[in-house]
C-alpha cells in the first residue's frame, strides 16, 4: 500500500527566508512523487513531480525537491519565500502503474509574513 | 486553453435527496478522475474512468455513489439519498491518458452542503 506523511500540520516563515515542507512516504513498489499547491478558491496545481529520473526535481515558482530513497522522503524547499506562495501544500504519491489514482496527505498550510 | 471545469461550483441540499455533479475535462483527455476533499484533509479517490468506462471504482464509499461517462468526455457523479456526512469539496482530474508520466489536472472543484 502506498501513503504519505506530511510531517508538518502548518508552517510560518518570514517573506525572503527559505521553505521547508517535509514529506515521508511508503510504498511497495518504486512510486512516482508529486507536489500539488491549492490557493483558496483555486484548483490544485502540480508544482513539480518525480517518476524515477532525477532525484532533484526543479517545479515552478522556484520550488524543487529531492527524492532520498534511503530516507523515503520527498522535502519540498524554496530558497526565498514569497508572499504568494502562501497556499495548502499536498505531498501525493502514485504507483508506478498506469491508470493508478493520486494518494494524497493531509497538507501544510504555508503561511508568509511581511 | 480551458482547463477543466466543474459546475456546480457551489451546491446546498438537505438530507436524503439526489444531486449530480458535472464535470468536463480538458479535451481530448481520455482519463478522469473524481476525488472527494473533506474539510481539513486531503483529496480521496473516488473513482477513475478510461475513455468511457470506469476503470477503477474502489474508492467509492457505498452504493449511492455513482458516476457515469457515457461519451468518453463529460462526467456526471451522482450521489443518492444524501447524508450530512456526504458534505465535503468534490474535485475532477483529467489527463491525456493514463501512462504513469501523465499529470492529472484538476477542476476547481464542487462544494457540496448536506443539511
Known amino acids: 500500500a502506498q501513503s504519505v506523511t506530511q510531517l508538518d500540520s502548518h508552517v510560518s516563515v518570514s517573506e525572503g527566508t527559505p521553505v521547508l515542507l517535509r514529506c515521508n512516504y511508503s510504498?511497495?513498489?518504486?512510486?512516482?512523487l508529486f507536489w500539488y499547491v491549492q490557493h483558496p478558491n483555486k484548483g490544485l496545481q502540480l508544482l513539480l513531480k518525480y517518476t524515477s529520473a532525477a532525484t532533484l526535481v526543479k517545479g515552478i515558482n522556484g520550488f524543487e525537491a529531492e527524492f532520498k530513497k534511503s530516507e523515503t522522503s520527498f522535502h519540498l524547499t524554496k530558497p526565498s519565500a514569497h508572499m504568494s506562495d502562501a497556499a495548502e501544500y499536498f505531498c501525493?504519491?502514485?504507483?508506478?502503474?498506469?491508470?493508478?489514482?493520486?494518494?494524497f496527505g493531509k497538507g501544510t498550510t504555508l503561511s508568509v509574513s511581511s | 486553453g480551458a482547463g477543466v471545469s466543474q459546475t456546480p461550483s457551489n451546491k446546498v441540499t438537505e438530507k436524503g435527496k439526489y444531486v449530480e455533479l458535472r464535470c468536463d475535462p480538458i479535451s481530448g483527455h481520455t482519463a478522469l478522475y473524481w476525488y472527494r476533499q473533506s474539510l481539513g484533509q486531503g483529496p480521496e479517490f473516488l473513482i477513475y474512468f478510461q475513455g468511457t468506462g470506469a476503470a477503477d471504482d474502489s474508492g467509492l464509499p457505498n452504493d449511492r455513489f455513482f458516476a457515469v461517462r457515457p461519451e468518453g468526455s463529460v462526467s456526471t457523479l451522482k450521489i443518492q439519498r444524501t447524508e450530512r456526512g456526504d458534505s465535503a469539496v468534490y474535485l475532477c482530474?483529467?489527463?491525456?491518458?493514463?501512462?504513469?508520466?501523465?499529470?492529472?489536472?484538476f477542476g476547481p472543484g464542487t462544494r457540496l452542503l448536506v443539511l
Open positions: 501525493v504519491v502514485r504507483l508506478n502503474q498506469a491508470g493508478t489514482a493520486l494518494i
Open positions: 482530474a483529467s489527463s491525456l491518458g493514463a501512462g504513469v508520466q501523465e499529470t492529472q489536472y
Open positions: 510504498s511497495s513498489y518504486s512510486p512516482s
